[in-house]
């Protein structure tokens, strides 16, 4: 069964540059999710989209931008980076609207180390 | 504010032995509980979730939980652990009733198994 697809893998960046990272969601799932999730921490919720909306933001910086497309792929554009944006990001989807019910598959993640 | 709280970061049991994982958590209504596991370089998969009804559930790889809403608990259980099982386990609440589906997740608990 197809699952959720991120790229790149692995990201390596320097301070002050920007990356992107993308998500491209299981087949007819209309809803992402972005996590981050630090060294030894817990995944935290950044920001989230359904129908290329935003329907939810958690702590995501302002440095952070992110849009789902009309083929319901997601970008997660990070700019001016830091040493705290080390981090592994995980991209989440789901089936219909952002609900907990909605079960969510995650993705394997990009892991961005910044130097 | 809504929290999730994994008392033990680092679980050591044998194989074969009973596990259970603890997962507390504080909110302000009534809860969507989950459990993911997440194997390293793994993104995070679904072990249970509860939602209503039977406070007993059950999930795959022979996992089960039980929500307790007196003691504000849903702690995770294994009779019998397998070398496979070792991993880093999260436990994870959503908002009922919400049109987010973002999930708050406890620190994460490290499973050891020893042969």
């Known amino acids: 069964a197809a699952g959720v697809i991120q790229s790149p893998r692995h990201l390596i960046k320097e301070k002050r540059e920007t990356a992107t990272l993308k998500c491209y969601p299981i087949?007819?799932?209309?809803?992402v999710y972005w996590y981050q999730q630090g060294p030894g921490q817990d995944p935290q919720f950044l920001i989230s989209f359904y129908e290329k909306m935003q329907s939810d933001k958690g702590s995501i910086p302002d440095r952070f931008s992110a849009q789902q497309f009309s083929d319901y792929h997601s970008e997660l554009n990070m700019s001016s980076l830091e040493l705290g944006d080390s981090a592994l990001y995980f991209c989440?989807?789901?089936?219909?609207?952002?609900?907990?019910?909605?079960?969510?598959?995650f993705g394997p993640g990009t892991r961005l180390t910044v130097l | 504010a809504q929290s999730v709280t994994q008392p033990d970061i680092h679980i050591t049991v044998s194989e074969g032995a009973s596990l259970e994982l603890r997962c507390n958590y504080s909110y302000g209504a009534t809860p969507y509980l989950f459990w993911y596991v997440q194997s390293p370089g793994q993104g995070l998969q679904l072990l249970l979730k509860?939602?209503?009804?039977?406070?007993l559930v059950q999930g795959i790889k022979g996992f089960e939980a039980e929500f307790k809403r007196s003691q504000s608990s849903f702690n995770l259980r294994k009779p019998s652990v397998h070398w496979s099982d070792a991993a880093e386990y999260f436990c994870?609440?959503?908002?009922?009733?919400?049109?987010?589906?973002?999930?708050?997740f406890g620190q994460g608990t490290t499973l050891q198994v020893k042969p």
């Open positions: 994870a609440v959503g908002r009922v009733s919400s049109n987010t589906g973002k999930l708050i």
């Open positions: 989440a989807s789901s089936l219909a609207a952002p609900n907990p019910n909605n079960e969510q598959f």
């Open positions: 087949p007819r799932h209309d809803t």
């Open positions: 509860y939602f209503s009804g039977d406070t």
